[in-house]
């Protein structure tokens, strides 16, 4: 008896869900904020597009929103 083959390899997800969150991650808390939203917002889009959890978007906006608290009391104490 021979066993079945097992099934085929899942095709390669051509999603940037992590490419943006973790951009939006790393660019909210270290350069600007703004662009972080911009790449949160992408990572979001992609996410609901394709079906995945927006977990590492909610992380960038709160990153972003860490970075806008932290320019606020930067230019407050300055």
Known sequence: MSEPYPP???APSNDRT???GVLGIVIGLI???PAGLVFAFLSFREARKVGKPPTL????FACCAIGIIWNII???TR
């Open 57 to 60: 978007a909610y992380i960038a």
């Open 8 to 10: 085929p390899a899942a």
């Open 31 to 33: 350069c600007c904020w």
């Open 74 to 76: 930067y230019a407050a």
């Open 18 to 20: 992590t490419l943006w």
